[in-house]
């Protein structure tokens, strides 16, 4: 069976520069502006949210005893899961050498910065003092007190600000090239647009925007000049750093886990976790990845890089980990019955028929159900069908965050101690901000960097093959 | 006055360039590159590029961050302020190990792209390739070979010749600018 083409209509490397270069280099389009407007506004909740709750404390977030961890750790892992899918599709899929990911790697780790600049403000402030956020880093305050190293809270720490920081570095290294093409069409693409400009202001804003573009681009490029000598270890540093985020993508939402397993409580306290998280994770940024691709691809007339066999790819994905999460549900019942622990037994059952049933049953069908579809064909190639499940598979890991969190607190050994905890307004509010702020960036990226890493693309191409007039 | 800095070799496919960049090598320069706009596959090997010396910066990094999550874990924790949790003791190598394991792919991380930076002497904002009048093709479709001046081989006449010799789309001297004073 002959490999089906990453690239389709045989596109060459002149093509595919201009198309993704072309994103960033031509005039703003008036929806980026309408979505840019709402997503500052959509932000805007976040931030009042955070005010208030800086100004009052962190009861404005419905958090009492016995739940004292309510939706802001759920926010958190279900951020930091979605962003665990840029990470699996720069790394360990290029470890695998699975040659479509370079058509969505870019945008992909652009969403795992993103995701991680929004999970962190959870943690952050819900320690209530922000301003003592310092003390969970190791550096000597003035109590003369360090941070406890057996703390699983502060291994996440340590995980999280790495996970952000190995991320953001890898982006940066791929970026490098792409950006250096960007600064070499500067002058070529300030010469059409002013020669388009009518009016004198018009040509003083191109002037302005190309000394802009001239040092964002050509200060970030460092001075890249595609010499072979540069390649050879560019590549090299490549597949390294792809090595180290693959164990640390692994170890970040394991760590995410430890926050839960460490500690004795019915429901958590489960050496499954580990695993399962980290297949949940992969599964809810997938979701998401398709959530953002899916109109991105149709806006910018994307086809012929992101082609149906991209989605037919990320939707097996989907399937793959939604089934191990689905499995991972059976397995938590499974030992909670084996187990014979009356309170461990106890917790699964109210998960699945007590007062959290509603939230229990969304995400069954939300994550075990839903990707079921993407066995098909006919259902992978409704691409309006694949962003609806990909839109429930989002809502469903949310819920899985919040059912393992909540139910668990809310029931836990003793019935004098429970309680029924809703959100508040301010939760709502906060959470729904950080879609904003995501938003926001994730519009700022597509507008200033190359949306698709296309040096890679052009490296995977069958173009780019130096036998390829001897091939028989 | 402007200084020769090389002589430049244009071409238009991948199996040209690769052709050409395995001549100039057989024909014995030493100082040359080829340029191109994404890495091709076999080009080490034709231009007899030896294995990147970027793991020994990862390593030197992951090992000092391995170390340093391990010493701080010790220092704050059992040395400098000994601290009582439930009566365990103050050290042990297994608690640290999530704040050692992130601390190694940190600093490894920092020393790969470091690394990256440090063999290929960037960043380099002027470099006399950049002179080339269609050098924004370089990073777009096209490829080129460039043997330096300063190569023992070189000479302006007989290089031009070799390179003309592959027929490549055009051959251009390369001068550079910045030496002149």
Same mark, same amino acid.
């Given at each position: 069976?002959?490999?089906?083409?990453?690239?389709?209509?045989?596109?060459?490397?002149?093509?595919?520069?201009?198309?993704?270069?072309?994103?960033?280099?031509?005039?703003?389009? =008036?929806?980026?502006?309408?979505?840019?407007?709402?997503?500052?506004?959509?932000?805007?909740?976040?931030?009042?949210?955070?005010?208030?709750?800086?100004?009052?404390?962190?009861?404005?977030?419905?958090?009492?005893?016995?739940?004292?961890?309510?939706?802001?750790?759920?926010?958190?892992?279900?951020?930091?899961?979605?962003?665990?899918?840029?990470? /699996?599709?720069?790394?360990?899929?290029?470890?695998?050498?699975?040659?479509?990911?370079?058509?969505?790697?870019?945008?992909?780790?652009?969403?795992?910065?993103?995701?991680?600049?929004?999970?962190?403000?959870?943690?952050?402030?819900?320690?209530?003092?922000?301003?003592?956020?310092?003390?969970?880093?190791?550096?000597?305050?003035?109590?003369?007190?360090?941070?406890?190293?057996?703390?699983?809270?502060?291994?996440?720490?340590?995980?999280?600000?790495?996970?952000?920081?190995?991320?953001?570095?890898?982006?940066?290294?791929?970026?490098?090239?792409?950006?250096?093409?960007?600064?070499?069409?500067?002058?070529?693409?300030?010469?059409?647009?002013?020669?388009?400009?009518?009016?004198?202001?018009?040509?003083?804003?191109?002037?302005?925007?190309?000394?802009?573009?001239?040092?964002?681009?050509?200060?970030?490029?460092?001075?890249?000049?595609? $010499?072979?000598?540069?390649?050879?270890?560019?590549?090299?540093?490549?597949?390294?750093?792809?090595?180290?985020?693959?164990? /640390?993508?692994?170890?970040?939402?394991?760590?995410?886990?430890?926050?839960? &397993?460490? &500690?004795?409580?019915?429901?958590?306290?489960?050496?499954?976790?580990?695993?399962?998280?980290?297949?949940?994770?992969?599964?809810?940024?997938?979701?998401?990845?398709?959530?953002?691709?899916?109109?991105?691809?149709?806006?910018?007339?994307? =086809?012929?890089?992101?082609? =149906?066999?991209?989605?037919?790819?990320?939707?097996?994905?989907? /399937?793959?980990?939604?089934?191990?999460?689905?499995?991972?549900?059976? *397995?938590?019942?499974?030992?909670?019955?084996?187990?014979?622990?009356?309170?461990?037994?106890?917790?699964?059952?109210?998960?699945?028929?007590? =007062?959290?049933?509603?939230?229990?049953?969304?995400?069954?069908?939300?994550?075990?159900?839903?990707?079921?579809?993407?066995?098909?064909?006919?259902?992978?190639?409704?691409? *309006?069908?694949?962003?609806?499940?990909?839109?429930?598979?989002?809502?469903?890991?949310?819920?899985?965050?919040?059912?393992?969190?909540?139910?668990?607190?809310?029931?836990?050994?003793?019935?004098?101690?429970?309680?029924?905890?809703?959100?508040?307004?301010?939760?709502?509010?906060?959470?729904?901000?950080?879609?904003?702020?995501?938003?926001?960036?994730?519009?700022?990226?597509?507008?200033?960097?190359?949306? /698709?890493?296309?040096?890679?693309?052009?490296?995977?191409?069958?173009?780019?093959?130096?036998?390829?007039? $001897?091939?028989? | 006055?402007?200084?020769?800095?090389?002589?430049?070799?244009?071409?238009?496919?991948? +199996?040209?360039?690769?052709?050409?960049?395995?001549?100039?090598?057989?024909?014995?320069?030493?100082?040359?590159?080829?340029?191109?706009?994404? +890495?091709?596959?076999?080009?080490?090997?034709?231009?007899?590029?030896?294995?990147?010396?970027?793991?020994?910066?990862?390593?030197?990094? #992951?090992?000092?961050?391995?170390?340093? #999550?391990?010493?701080?874990?010790?220092?704050?924790?059992?040395?400098?302020?000994?601290?009582?949790?439930?009566?365990?003791?103050?050290?042990? +190598?297994?608690?640290?190990?999530?704040?050692?394991?992130?601390?190694?792919?940190?600093?490894?991380?920092? #020393?790969?792209? #470091?690394?990256?930076?440090?063999?290929?002497?960037?960043?380099?904002?002027?470099?006399?390739?950049?002179?080339?009048?269609?050098?924004?093709?370089?990073?777009?479709?096209?490829?080129?070979?460039?043997?330096?001046?300063?190569?023992?081989?070189?000479?302006?006449?007989?290089?031009?010749?070799?390179?003309?010799?592959?027929?490549?789309?055009?051959?251009?001297?390369?001068?550079?600018?910045?030496?002149?004073?």
């Amino acid at each position: 069976m002959p490999r089906r083409p990453i690239i389709e209509n045989g596109r060459n490397f002149a093509w595919i520069t201009q198309k993704v270069c072309g994103i960033v280099e031509g005039r703003t389009p =008036q929806w980026w502006w309408v979505a840019f407007v709402i997503s500052c506004m959509v932000s805007s909740f976040t931030l009042m949210g955070l005010v208030y709750l800086v100004s009052t404390g962190t009861g404005v977030w419905g958090l009492r005893s016995p739940v004292m961890w309510g939706w802001a750790i759920v926010n958190f892992v279900f951020w930091i899961g979605i962003g665990h899918a840029g990470t /699996l599709i720069s790394a360990i899929l290029c470890l695998l050498r699975q040659k479509w990911r370079t058509s969505i790697n870019r945008a992909a780790e652009a969403m795992t910065i993103f995701a991680v600049v929004c999970a962190g403000i959870f943690p952050l402030f819900h320690v209530g003092r922000v301003w003592f956020g310092w003390w969970l880093l190791p550096i000597p305050n003035s109590n003369a007190i360090w941070p406890n190293f057996r703390s699983p809270l502060e291994w996440d720490v340590f995980a999280v600000s790495t996970y952000g920081t190995v991320s953001l570095l890898f982006w940066y290294m791929g970026l490098i090239p792409d950006l250096a093409t960007l600064r070499d069409r500067t002058r070529m693409v300030f010469e059409k647009r002013v020669a388009e400009a009518k009016t004198g202001f018009a040509v003083g804003f191109e002037k302005a925007y190309f000394v802009f573009r001239k040092y964002f681009y050509g200060i970030l490029a460092m001075g890249w000049r595609g $010499s072979n000598r540069h390649w050879s270890n560019y590549e090299m540093a490549y597949l390294l750093l792809a090595g180290l985020a693959t164990p /640390l993508v692994l170890s970040v939402h394991t760590v995410v886990s430890f926050d839960f &397993a460490v &500690a004795n409580l019915p429901g958590w306290h489960t050496t499954i976790f580990p695993p399962y998280f980290v297949a949940g994770a992969i599964f809810s940024g997938f979701g998401m990845v398709l959530t953002l691709m899916l109109p991105l691809r149709a806006l910018f007339g994307l =086809q012929d890089l992101i082609t =149906q066999y991209h989605i037919d790819c990320m939707c097996k994905i989907c /399937l793959a980990t939604g089934s191990m999460v689905g499995y991972a549900y059976a *397995m938590e019942f499974f030992i909670a019955w084996y187990g014979a622990n009356p309170y461990e037994g106890f917790a699964f059952v109210n998960r699945a028929f007590g =007062q959290y049933a509603w939230a229990y049953w969304i995400m069954i069908s939300c994550n075990v159900i839903t990707p079921q579809f993407f066995w098909f064909k006919w259902a992978r190639k409704n691409l *309006m069908l694949v962003w609806i499940l990909s839109c429930f598979i989002n809502v469903g890991m949310w819920f899985e965050r919040f059912v393992i969190t909540v139910s668990s607190l809310a029931n836990d050994f003793m019935p004098s101690n429970w309680d029924y905890y809703s959100p508040t307004v301010v939760d709502i509010f906060t959470f729904f901000g950080t879609f904003g702020l995501f938003g926001v960036l994730f519009l700022l990226f597509i507008r200033f960097l190359p949306l /698709l890493a296309f040096a890679e693309i052009k490296a995977n191409s069958p173009d780019a093959d130096v036998h390829r007039d $001897s091939h028989h | 006055m402007s200084k020769t800095y090389g002589i430049l070799a244009l071409f238009d496919t991948p +199996p040209a360039i690769y052709e050409a960049a395995k001549s100039v090598r057989k024909a014995g320069y030493t100082k040359w590159d080829v340029i191109t706009p994404c +890495p091709l596959h076999g080009m080490d090997g034709a231009m007899g590029i030896t294995r990147s010396k970027v793991p020994i910066f990862t390593f030197i990094g #992951g090992f000092i961050g391995f170390w340093v #999550g391990m010493f701080i874990a010790w220092y704050m924790g059992a040395y400098d302020y000994p601290l009582i949790v439930n009566g365990m003791p103050y050290f042990s +190598p297994i608690f640290p190990f999530p704040v050692a394991y992130e601390m190694t792919i940190l600093l490894a991380a920092f #020393g790969t792209l #470091g690394g990256m930076f440090v063999t290929n002497r960037l960043p380099m904002h002027y470099h006399p390739v950049m002179n080339y009048d269609r050098f924004e093709r370089l990073t777009d479709d096209k490829f080129a070979v460039i043997i330096e001046a300063e190569d023992a081989l070189f000479d302006m006449q007989k290089t031009r010749e070799f390179l003309e010799s592959f027929g490549p789309a055009e051959v251009t001297v390369i001068t550079d600018e910045e030496e002149a004073e």
